[in-house]
């Protein structure tokens, strides 16, 4: 099985500026996609952006963007200009796109925007 | 309005009294899973299909049945809850099985097992 691992459970920003959530990922096949997922505090899981392992250009969604690196299996997700709507949780997943049936999701990080 | 519901949404119940949690989509969607979300465990999928009537485990499946009788429905079946089984429950969809498709979550079942 795949392994998403996200080191950081908590993180805090201040209203404005911006902040990187890190995730990383182990896997042997070479065509996925991996995902940024929010969860806030009505519990309602929101996509926030996908990546495809063989697209080059890293995703962008308005004040949301990630740095893919490939080679080192690494998956972080920028949050520019931070809005208070913005605090939730965080799931960075895995879904291959060969068996492409399973999703694989990583423990999270808690996201807290100071006003 | 296209969404994915689940039913009920708490539930709190005794070990060994067999419970049905229902999922339901309007979307027409292919694929459906189930996901349980434990703190500092994050989301595992339990079970999930592609379409109806073919069903396939998870991570987590030991202690939970499905079924895919009907496309629109996903139900998630504990024949004989245990306290380990408290947790939410998360059912999703999404168009089909490739791998780059958006999954549509539903609003979450808390469940809880004395």
């Known amino acids: 099985a795949q392994t998403v691992t996200q080191s950081q459970p908590e993180m805090s920003v201040q209203e404005a500026e911006t902040v990187t959530l890190s995730c990383t990922y182990d896997?042997?096949?070479?065509?996925?996609?991996l995902f940024w997922y929010k969860q806030p505090p009505s519990r309602q899981m929101i996509l926030v952006i996908r990546?495809?392992?063989?697209?080059?250009q890293n995703a962008t969604e308005n004040r949301f963007s990630v740095n893919f690196q490939k080679a080192a299996k690494s998956f972080s997700l920028k949050i520019s200009d931070s809005q208070l709507g913005d605090a939730a949780m965080y799931f960075c997943a895995y879904r291959s796109a060969g068996t492409g049936n399973q999703f694989y999701f990583g423990t999270g990080t808690s996201l807290t925007v100071i006003p | 309005e296209a969404q994915v519901t689940q039913n009920p949404r708490y539930l709190i119940t005794v070990t060994g009294k067999k419970l049905t949690v229902t999922c339901s989509q309007n979307?027409?969607?292919?694929?459906m899973s189930w996901y349980r979300q434990d703190p500092g465990l994050g989301l595992r999928q339990i079970y999930y299909s592609m379409n109806v009537e073919v069903t396939d485990k998870g991570d987590v499946p030991e202690g939970y049945k499905v079924s895919r009788k009907e496309k629109r429905n996903f139900p998630l079946i504990l024949e004989s809850p245990s306290p380990n089984q408290t947790s939410l429950y998360f059912c999703?969809?999404?168009?089909?099985?490739?791998?780059?498709?958006?999954?549509?979550f539903g609003p979450g079942t808390r469940l809880t097992v004395l």
């Open positions: 896997t042997s096949e070479s065509d996925y996609y």
């Open positions: 990546q495809e392992a063989y697209k080059q």
């Open positions: 999703a969809s999404s168009w089909s099985g490739r791998a780059g498709d958006e999954q549509f």
């Open positions: 979307m027409n969607h292919e694929y």
